[in-house]
C-alpha cells in the first residue's frame, strides 16, 4: 500500500458522508476488502446481551439474520481479549466457530480487530482470505487503525441495521419536551439552503431587488404563521416568530447578503454565504442555550429558500377521524408546526437541535412532546405509525398492538399525571417534614418567560444577557437594553430576577466584536474580565437594568466568571458611580444586590474574603463541574465521563454551602444540575434552599421535593459525600427516591 494515510482518510469520509446505516457498512466492508485485496471483509456489531451480530460481508454468504453468542469464536475472542487476532489458519485455533450455510470454511486466514468506543469493544473488523498467511504487519497495523477511526461512525448504526422494518424498534435521540405521542409519521425535509451550491450572478441590481421582495414574502408568511399559532400558545412565546422577524430586519445580515451577490454570486448562494456565517458563530459556543440559536439561523434560511423556490405555505386540514400527526424532519421548524392544527399534532421528532431549540420550546408550550438528535431519522417514512416517549427521548418503530394499547394506557396516566402537576402551579415546594426550597427558572429569551410563569416559577435564577447583543449589528443602546430588561422584570413583578451581566468571550463571540489570537479563549478575556477592561458596556448595561427595575426592589446583578477580590471591588465602585449618576439625573430607583456566579474553583477557597462585598451566591454547576473534572460534555468523545454527582463536584459543592452559611450568604444553584432529580435530592441534603432551572422540569422537581423529607436528603447527602463512584450515588438515591413513590 504506498499511503496508509491517503487511505484512511478516503475510506473513513466515504462512510461518514452517508446518510443510509445499510450504505454505510456496505461501504466499510467493500472498501477495506479491496483496498487491502482480502478475499472477505466483515463487520460485526455487539450487541446488549454482548452478541456479536453481523451487520455486513464482503465474501460471506449472509442472507439470514446471523449473530454469534456472547463470547463465542475467534470474533468472541477479539471481544474478550480486546485485542487483535492475526492467525494464518483460523480453522485450526481452539476459538474457531464456523457460521454454518456462509462459506465460511473455505477461507484459511483471519484478522480480527476491535472497535473500541468509551473503553467497551462495539464491534469488529474482520478480513479473511483463501489463502493461509498471516495479514502482515503493515496491514494490520492499517486495519487496526483505521478501527479506531471508524468506531465512532459504526457507535451510531443501530445494530438492527439488517432488519430496518423488524417490529418494535427503539430509535434514540434525546429529550426535547416530555410527555407521550402515538401517531402517523409527516415528513417534514424540505430542501436546505446549506446545500446550495454557489452560482454566478449575471444581473447583481436585478438580484438584490429580487433579495428585498423575498424579505418581504416571507415577513409576511411569518406574520401568517404567528397568528396560526398564537391563539395556542402563550404570548411570549409568540414571540419567537418576531425573533425570526426581527433577523430579517437586521441590517447586517442583509448587508452580508447584498455584498455576496455584489461579489458576483447568485442569490441563493449569497443567502447560504450569509447564514451560515452567524450559524457558524452561534455553533462555536459551549453554552448550549446559546449554541440552539445557530438551529434559529439554519431555520430562517431554510425558509428564505422554500420562499425562493415557490413552495406555498400549506396548512394541514383537521379531520374527525384523523390520527394525531409526528412531525419529524431534520430541524422541524417553527413553520412546519405552525401549518398543523394543535388539536392534530402529537410530537415533533428531529435528526438535528437540543431542548433548547425553538422547536422544543414551541413544544413544550403546545404540550406535546419532542425528541431531538435522532440519527437514524431518514429511516422513517411518511405515514408510519409512531411512538414517541419525551420522558426517556426513544421513538419505537413499527409497534405491535400490544405495545401501542400500552403507550396508550401510560398516555392516559400521562394526563392525569399533568393535571396533577398543573393543581401543584400555585403551591409551594415544601418537604415532607416543612423545609420551604424556592424554585426559579433560567431563561435568556422573551419566548421563555410565561412558560417559567406557567410553570409556577418563583423568579428567575439565571437571565443570560446576551441574546439581544447577538442578534444585533453593533452594542445595543442603553434605550434598547432598558426595553427588554422592563419586559423581563414586569413579567416577574414582584419575584426576584438575577440578570447576568454580559457574559462574552471565549465560546460567546460577538460579529462586531470578534476577539482573536486566544490560545485557551475558555482560560482567556471572558465574562467580568472582558467587561471591566471595556468597561464603558458595563457602565450602560447596569444603568439599563437599574432603570428597568426602578423602585420594584426585584433586581438581582449577578457577576459571571469572578476570580479575583480586586473584580468585585471594582465593580461595586462602578456601581456606586453609576447610582450616582442615575441619582443626579432624577431617576428613582433601589440599588440592587450583588452577587457572584461561583464557576471557577479557585473562588471556592476566597469566600470569607469576599462575603463583605457580595449579597449572595450564585453556583454555575455547569462549568464548575467541568473546570473540576476537565471535561467537555459537549465532547462525544469524553461526555459519558460526564456526571455532575461525580464525587469531586459533589464535595466542591458542599464546600461552598458550609462556606456561604458561616459568612450567611444566601446560596442558589443555576446550572443544570437543579434539574436533575437525584442531584436536586442531594443539593436540598447539603443545604441549598433555591435551584433554579428549566421551565419544563420545574413542575417534576417540586412535585418530588413535596414527596420528600429533607431529614433523609440529609442523610442521603452524608452518605454520598463518602462514595467513590457516581454509579454508587446514582444508585442510592434512585433507591429512596423508590421508596418514596417517585420514581417506579
Request: a negative charge.
Amino acid at each position: 500500500m504506498d499511503n496508509i494515510l491517503i487511505e484512511l482518510t478516503r475510506i473513513v469520509q466515504a462512510v461518514a458522508l452517508l446518510n443510509d446505516p445499510q450504505e454505510q457498512v456496505k461501504t466499510i466492508v467493500d472498501s477495506i476488502s479491496k483496498t487491502l485485496q482480502q478475499d472477505v471483509c466483515s463487520l460485526y456489531r455487539i450487541d446488549q446481551e454482548a452478541k456479536a451480530q453481523l451487520l455486513a460481508s464482503k465474501g460471506l454468504i449472509a442472507e439470514d439474520y446471523v449473530s454469534l453468542p456472547p463470547g463465542k469464536g475467534l470474533v468472541g475472542l477479539v471481544v474478550k481479549s480486546k485485542h487483535s487476532v492475526n492467525l494464518a489458519d483460523a480453522a485450526a485455533h481452539p476459538h474457531y466457530y464456523n457460521l454454518q450455510h456462509s462459506n465460511e470454511h473455505t477461507f484459511k486466514s483471519f484478522c480480527g480487530v476491535p472497535l473500541v468506543r468509551s473503553g467497551k469493544v462495539i464491534g469488529v473488523l474482520v478480513v479473511q482470505s483463501k489463502r493461509a498467511v498471516k495479514l502482515n504487519m503493515e496491514l494490520e497495523a492499517f486495519l487496526v487503525t483505521l478501527a479506531s477511526q471508524l468506531a465512532m461512525i459504526v457507535a451510531g448504526i443501530p445494530s438492527t441495521v439488517l432488519e430496518s422494518s423488524a417490529q418494535n424498534r427503539v430509535l434514540s435521540g434525546m429529550v426535547g419536551a416530555p410527555g407521550i405521542a402515538v401517531g402517523r409519521i409527516q415528513l417534514s425535509l424540505g430542501a436546505r439552503l446549506a446545500e446550495v451550491p454557489d452560482a454566478k450572478c449575471d444581473d447583481a441590481d436585478a438580484e438584490i431587488s429580487c433579495l428585498y421582495e423575498l424579505l418581504k414574502a416571507v415577513q409576511a408568511e411569518i406574520e401568517v404563521e404567528k397568528q396560526l399559532v398564537g391563539k395556542d400558545i402563550p404570548e411570549n412565546v409568540a414571540r419567537i416568530f418576531d425573533t425570526y422577524s426581527q433577523l430579517l430586519s437586521d441590517k447586517v445580515l442583509v448587508q452580508r447578503i447584498e455584498s455576496e451577490i455584489q461579489a458576483g454570486n447568485w442569490l441563493p448562494g449569497a443567502l447560504r454565504v450569509a447564514i451560515q456565517h452567524y450559524t457558524q458563530l452561534f455553533n462555536a459556543m459551549t453554552d448550549p442555550y446559546l449554541r440552539a440559536r445557530s438551529e434559529d439561523m439554519e431555520n430562517l434560511g431554510d425558509k428564505l429558500l422554500a420562499v425562493w423556490s415557490g413552495q406555498k405555505m400549506e396548512q394541514v386540514e383537521l379531520h374527525a377521524d384523523q390520527e394525531s400527526i409526528i412531525l419529524v424532519g431534520t430541524q422541524v421548524s417553527v413553520s412546519d408546526i405552525a401549518r398543523v392544527p394543535s388539536k392534530l399534532i402529537g410530537a415533533v421528532v428531529c435528526s438535528e437541535g437540543s431542548s433548547l431549540s425553538h422547536a422544543a420550546v414551541l413544544a413544550h408550550a403546545l404540550g406535546i412532546p419532542a425528541v431531538m438528535g435522532v440519527r437514524e431519522i431518514k429511516e422513517l417514512k411518511s405515514g408510519d405509525r409512531l411512538i414517541v416517549d419525551g420522558y426517556s427521548g426513544q421513538l419505537i418503530v413499527h409497534a405491535s398492538e400490544a405495545i401501542i394499547n400500552e403507550y396508550l394506557q401510560i398516555l392516559g396516566e400521562e394526563q392525569r399525571h399533568r393535571k396533577l402537576l398543573d393543581a401543584l402551579r400555585d403551591k409551594e415546594a415544601i418537604t415532607k417534614d416543612g423545609v420551604r426550597i424556592t424554585l426559579l427558572v433560567n431563561t435568556g429569551l422573551l419566548a421563555d418567560i410565561t412558560p417559567g410563569l406557567n410553570s409556577g416559577a418563583e423568579g428567575i435564577g439565571l437571565y443570560r444577557t446576551e441574546i439581544p447583543f447577538m442578534i444585533r449589528d453593533c452594542f445595543p443602546a442603553e434605550e434598547e437594553q432598558i426595553e427588554f430588561y422592563s419586559e423581563v422584570l414586569n413579567a416577574y413583578k414582584g419575584k426576584p430576577v438575577y440578570m447576568r451581566t454580559l457574559d462574552i468571550g471565549a465560546d460567546k463571540q460577538l460579529p462586531y466584536f470578534p476577539i482573536h489570537d486566544e490560545e485557551n479563549p475558555a482560560l482567556g478575556w471572558r465574562g467580568i474580565r472582558l467587561t471591566l477592561d471595556v468597561i464603558q458596556l458595563l457602565v450602560t448595561q447596569v444603568r439599563a437594568m437599574i432603570r428597568a427595575a426602578g423602585t420594584d426592589n426585584n433586581l438581582h446583578i449577578i457577576l459571571p466568571m469572578v476570580t479575583s477580590l480586586d473584580e468585585i471591588l471594582t465593580f461595586n465602585e462602578m456601581l456606586t458611580d453609576v447610582c450616582g449618576q442615575l441619582t443626579d439625573e432624577g431617576h428613582q430607583f433601589i440599588r440592587p444586590a450583588v452577587g457572584i456566579m461561583i464557576e471557577v474553583p479557585a473562588v471556592i477557597s476566597q469566600i470569607e474574603n469576599f462575603s463583605p462585598l457580595i449579597d449572595f451566591i450564585s453556583i454555575g454547576t455547569n462549568d464548575l463541574s467541568q473546570f473540576l473534572l476537565a471535561i467537555d460534555r459537549n465532547n462525544a468523545r469524553v461526555a459519558n465521563r460526564y456526571d455532575n454527582v461525580h464525587p469531586a463536584v459533589l464535595s466542591e459543592i458542599n464546600r461552598i454551602v458550609k462556606a456561604a452559611d458561616k459568612c450567611r450568604l444566601p446560596v442558589s444553584i443555576c446550572g443544570e444540575m437543579g434539574a436533575d432529580p437525584i442531584a436536586a435530592v442531594l443539593l436540598i441534603g447539603m443545604g441549598v434552599r433555591q435551584i433554579s432551572m428549566s421551565a419544563a422540569m420545574l413542575p417534576e422537581i417540586k412535585n418530588m421535593i413535596r414527596m420528600l423529607k429533607q431529614s433523609s436528603a440529609s442523610s442521603l447527602a452524608e452518605r454520598a459525600l463518602k462514595m467513590g463512584k457516581a454509579q454508587e450515588i446514582r444508585q442510592a438515591v434512585e433507591k429512596e427516591l423508590q421508596s418514596i413513590g417517585f420514581l417506579d
